[in-house]
């Protein structure tokens, strides 16, 4: 039987789900978090390792010559030095598409809240203003219509389209940028444009596109200011992919309107992080992907995985394509 390690196996199952499945396929060790200084003691002996953010680096991989497969078990794989696992021919693997309508209704749950600002409402209802007030009905900050408005998507992969078409639901404009590698298909309804029209044409922009050393930073100061005073960022991907001092300054300058994100450059994010301070950023604790229903899918996708990996039919793999 096969030693399997999972390094940090507690956000995906803080007691709600059952990881007998996974139990049935080797000797399993499960861990709820995993140090740094800890990964290479714990994974000494391990065939299998199984990580959600514990990051496999080329020190690491490199000091476990047990390892043959590392499945990651999240959609996105950038906590891993795919290119070593590559070089020393360990299969890494993914969870793609357990998480799709949950991000997208994430997006919109932050959306709706710039452009209603409901826990403030409701926050001052509870407060006592609407019970002094004089008139049946009072706002605390301009409330917006998404009707004719302009959406930008940076990515269009499976969590950007499922954007795409609750968008559209809205009666929004859809623009996309793509990965630029080829030409990018039709989609119904969405219109392909370079990366600064979609900033200067949004009213919303979100992000939808990995995190990898081409996209890291991709939103920063020069890009921000492409954007229309009245414009939302909203980033549900990875923290690095903005420049959080620039996106701070803008903020904080009136420069856009708002944003909200659910992913930070650090997480947890240290306390001077700057958009801690900023009050018209919106942040949730990377919860985009964490509804019972896309966390029960990711452990039935992360077990399969493994299961034909030892069957030696290893299926979404990150690392050994080109
Ligand atoms: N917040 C969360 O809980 C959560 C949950 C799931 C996924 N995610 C993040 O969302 C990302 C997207 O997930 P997905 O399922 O849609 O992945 P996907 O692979 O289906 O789509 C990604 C798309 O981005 C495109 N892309 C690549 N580089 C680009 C670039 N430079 N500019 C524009 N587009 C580019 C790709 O061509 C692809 O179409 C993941 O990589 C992950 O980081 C976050
Ligand atoms: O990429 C993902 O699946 C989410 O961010 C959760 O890790």
Redesign the pocket.
């Given at each position: 039987m096969l030693n399997i390690v999972v390094l940090d196996g507690y956000t995906l199952n803080p007691g709600d789900l059952d990881w007998t499945g996974l139990e049935r396929l080797g000797n399993v060790t499960i861990y709820d978090r995993t140090k740094a200084d800890e990964i290479i003691p714990r994974a000494a002996d391990a065939q299998i390792v199984l990580t959600n953010k514990t990051p496999m680096t080329r020190e690491t991989i490199s000091a476990l010559p047990n390892l043959q497969y590392i499945g990651v078990l999240?959609?996105?794989y950038?906590i891993i030095d795919t290119e070593t696992a590559k070089e020393r021919g360990i299969i890494v693997t993914n969870v793609?598409?357990y998480?799709?309508q949950s991000?997208a209704q994430l997006v919109f749950a932050l959306l709706l809240e710039l452009c209603h600002h409901v826990g403030r409402h409701s926050d001052a209802v509870h407060e006592g203003e609407w019970t002094r007030s004089i008139d049946f009905s009072f706002t605390k900050a301009p409330l917006i219509e998404l009707a004719d408005k302009t959406i930008g998507l940076?990515?269009?992969?499976?969590?950007?389209r499922q954007t795409a078409q609750i968008a559209q639901a809205f009666g929004m404009r859809v623009l996309a940028?793509?990965?630029?590698r080829r030409n990018p298909p039709e989609v119904a309804g969405v219109e392909w444009v370079e990366l600064e029209e979609l900033m200067e044409r949004s009213d919303v922009v979100s992000l939808?596109?990995?995190?990898?050393p081409?996209?890291e930073k991709?939103i920063n100061a020069e890009r921000i200011a492409l954007m229309k005073k009245s414009a939302f960022l909203i980033n549900?991907?990875?923290g690095p992919l903005i420049d959080e001092q620039a996106l701070a300054k803008a903020l904080n300058g009136g420069r856009i309107a708002g944003a909200a994100v659910?992913?930070l450059s650090t997480e947890p994010p240290a306390a001077d992080n700057p958009l801690l301070s900023t009050s018209n950023c919106i942040i949730t604790p990377?919860?985009?992907?964490?509804t019972k229903e896309a966390r029960e899918r990711l452990m039935e996708i992360a077990v399969s995985n493994v299961q034909n990996f030892i069957n030696g039919k290893a299926v979404n793999i990150v690392n050994l394509r080109k």
């Open positions: 999240a959609t996105g950038n793609p598409t998480s799709t991000v940076i990515g269009l992969g499976r969590i950007g940028v793509g990965s630029g939808h596109c990995p995190l990898t081409d996209t991709l549900t991907s990875r659910d992913v990377h919860i985009a992907w964490a």
